[in-house]
């Protein structure tokens, strides 16, 4: 762990500055918590007043405190805090928790305020969480910094990281009566020192947070998050509830934090690369954590349902592939079993519908057969109240199968780690634990097993799509980039600015005509058939104002061509500087597409892959993805398009290129990375050919220009 963070997680002492013997006091909450949460460091109380707090002296003076101390709380007014960390830096104290509000927040005397506690900090070297915050609880350690309201949350395996001290705390209320708990929980406030970027690999590094999550309002630094994610993301799964992604949820959310808000697609494709899952709600986002924390990651997408009722089992069914997953298809060795053990008018067939006599044993034999076969990489089992039997006793049932099972794959593998795909292994399986009281003794059973549950199909479906997603991203771990690859093509896309260097994206020829007879000379040079497309700084979409000819065959054609596109310049846009107009050798048909880059006041080089041409912001079928692409990467982005799916091919449209369209989005990517100076850059359209691609029209902006 950094030194610097160190007292934050783990300090030898605590003193909490601006202690009070009043109960409806925050001073008073702060050290009440930290009394009860059992710490076993030293803990010291600072006030205004001498006396004694739960039997513990109150100093007035910061320098009287005795050692170990290495972590302060400050809950003092807002103007005295700049002279509060004066004072802990000379008693020593590197760490400061500033619980107190009125900074960033309100505005900008506020701003400058909290600006001033920043540069006090940095001169002497002193961390700073918040200000605006609740502090920090680590529920193993123990800890608890925070004021909130007793008890401590339940531990547990998750990570909680939280831009909001108000969402944390009621998170943490609303987690005793869902019966999950936590390892850690992190409220960052107003980020003026630490930040999400800081906390989140020092989460990672406990040893009992087996999973993170992450309420965020904006981001410090979009590249150091990234690159930090990344390297936590190998380990660990992260989950991250990003808000505002509107425009009203933007202003929201710089009001509270005054933080930079990025684009949505930014976001998205930060996340994508640094293996970040994104939930949509607060709600999922737990469903998720919770399926993370306690099962494992499946082999695949293939998953059974098991149920005792009909209606449920679609639910599931539908929930299951709108969330990325299979229905399995499950072995006849399976289907004969299943067959034999169930009554003749049960659905053998995935989703295995029991009926609604199915027994405590039922549910146990039919999920031992799912799970055994090797088809199926996650079960989601669906129990409503059964109407013979106690829910309770079907979840009884159910625990031991797994536990039975867990330890029957576990002891094959030890036994033979160099087993097939055959071999039994440790698989996910959901509930979907439907009802309310007559299910509330089941839970408890499920939750004292350590088996997520879930009130309806839908969010247990969606559970299993989370654990899914992340095998899938640690299946296809980005790898390293070899620039050497870039130069395989010939032709070259560069730019003095860039100082001419290549990154073997082929062109067509292009050159200015300035007059009718430059334009014949040049398409005679070129080679007829040649495109003429009018040349203007100031007209960007040419196919607009009909700016440009196709099929240019002869040199009458060229020369007439010439005079009718500056007439139709002239008459769309008679303000518009025209330079004079492109001629460049036509190429053979087949699909556009296109590819550009943008950069990312956050996250720096963000691509995008999608219908090209004129088609382009009609359509909107496109995907973002952060540069510098890999193969898997640039692959993602062009199976997440409709442009990208029809290259293979589609009813009347043939088959064309599909790896130079990788090709060129992995050099592309490379070129945005590489320069920063590039604001933007576009190839609309690449004409993507039976063999090879070319970009047929390139525009590019650079800083200042």
């Known amino acids: 762990m950094t030194n610097s963070l160190t007292p934050f997680f783990n300090p030898k ?9 009043s109960p409806e006091k925050l001073g008073y909450g702060v050290a009440r918590n930290l009394i009860q949460s059992g710490y076993r460091g030293a803990i010291h109380f600072v006030s205004q007043k001498s006396g004694t707090l739960f039997d513990r002296p109150l100093y007035t003076n910061l320098d009287d405190v005795p050692d170990p101390v290495d972590l302060a709380i400050l809950i003092v007014p807002t103007q005295v805090t700049p002279q509060t960390i004066e004072d802990c830096a000379k008693r020593g104290i590197k760490a400061a928790i500033i619980v107190s509000s009125g900074f960033r927040e309100v505005g900008a005397e506020g701003a400058a305020l909290e600006q001033q506690c920043v540069d006090i900090a940095r001169k002497h070297g002193v961390r700073l969480l918040g200000p605006n915050c609740i502090g920090t ?55 003026a020192d630490v930040n999400e970027t800081d906390v989140l690999p020092e989460v990672a590094k406990d040893e009992h947070t087996r999973v993170i999550v992450l309420y965020m309002e904006s981001v410090s630094d979009g590249q150091k998050f990234v690159q930090a994610a990344s390297e936590v993301t190998k380990h660990k799964p992260v989950i991250a509830l990003k808000v505002g992604r509107f425009e009203a949820g933007q202003k929201a959310a710089a009001s509270h934090t005054g933080a930079l808000a990025g684009s949505e697609a930014a976001f998205d494709a930060a996340f994508a690369k640094a293996g970040v899952l994104r939930a949509d709600t607060a709600e999922q986002m737990f469903d998720w954590a919770r399926a993370l924390e306690n099962c494992p990651l499946p082999r695949g997408k293939r998953m059974a349902i098991l149920t005792n009722a009909g209606g449920p089992g679609v639910i599931a069914a539908d929930s299951l592939e709108t969330n990325g997953l299979l229905l399995s298809q499950l072995t006849e060795a399976t289907l004969e079993a299943l ?15 029991m009926l609604a006599s199915a027994s405590p044993d039922a549910y146990a034999t039919c999920l031992k057969l799912l799970l055994q076969d090797e088809n199926v990489d996650g079960v989601l089992v669906i129990l409503p109240p059964p109407p013979m039997f106690k829910t309770e006793d079907v979840a009884e049932k159910i625990i031991q199968t797994l536990e039975s099972y867990t330890l029957e794959s576990a002891s094959l593998l030890s036994e033979k780690p160099e087993a097939s795909f055959r071999t039994p292994e440790s698989k996910p399986v959901v509930i979907a634990l439907m009802g309310s009281n007559l299910v509330e003794e089941a839970r408890k059973k499920f939750q004292h097993s350590n088996v997520p549950t879930y009130p309806f199909p839908e969010r247990a479906a969606s559970a299993l799509g989370a654990l899914a997603k992340q095998k899938e991203f640690l299946d296809r771990r980005p790898q390293a980039w070899d620039k050497n690859e870039r130069l395989s093509v010939p032709l070259s896309l560069s730019t003095d600015d860039l100082g001419s260097q290549p990154y073997g994206i082929t062109t067509t020829p292009i050159k200015l005509a300035r007059n009718e007879n430059e334009a014949v000379i040049i398409a005679t040079e070129l080679g007829f058939p040649v495109v003429m497309k009018i040349a203007s700084p100031d007209i960007l979409h040419k196919s607009d104002i009909g700016g440009v000819l196709l099929n240019i065959n002869s040199e009458e054609e060229a020369q007439s061509g010439y005079t009718l596109l500056l007439e139709r310049a002239r008459k769309s846009m008679p303000n518009a500087r025209i330079e004079g107009v492109h001629v460049q050798k036509q190429i053979p048909e087949g699909q556009e597409v296109i590819i550009g880059a943008v950069r990312d006041p956050l996250f720096g080089a963000l691509m995008m892959f999608g219908s090209g041409g004129i088609e382009v912001e009609g359509l909107k079928d496109v995907a973002f993805a952060l540069a510098p692409l890999n193969q898997a990467e640039a692959r993602e982005m062009i199976r997440k398009t409709w442009a990208g799916r029809k290259l293979k091919g589609f009813r009347s449209i043939p088959p064309v290129d599909e790896e130079s369209v990788i090709d060129v989005l992995i050099k592309l990517s490379l070129l945005a990375y590489e320069h920063p100076e590039v604001e933007e850059i576009e190839i609309n359209p690449l004409r993507v050919l039976q063999k090879g691609a070319v970009a047929v029209d390139v525009r590019m902006k650079i800083k200042g220009e």
Request: glycine share 12%; hydrophobic share 40%.
């Open 13 to 21: 002492g605590v003193v909490v500055i601006g202690a009070s013997t």
């Open 137 to 191: 609880l680590d529920t193993h350690l123990p800890l608890d910094t925070t004021f909130l309201q007793p008890p401590m949350p339940l531990q547990g395996g998750i990570g909680f990281i939280s831009h909001s001290g108000a969402f944390a705390a009621a998170i943490i209320d609303w987690a005793r009566e869902q019966g999950f708990g936590f390892s850690q929980i992190v409220s960052l406030g107003n980020q």
């Open 339 to 353: 067959s034999s053990y169930l009554p003749s008018s049960a659905s053998v067939h995935n989703p295995v519908d």
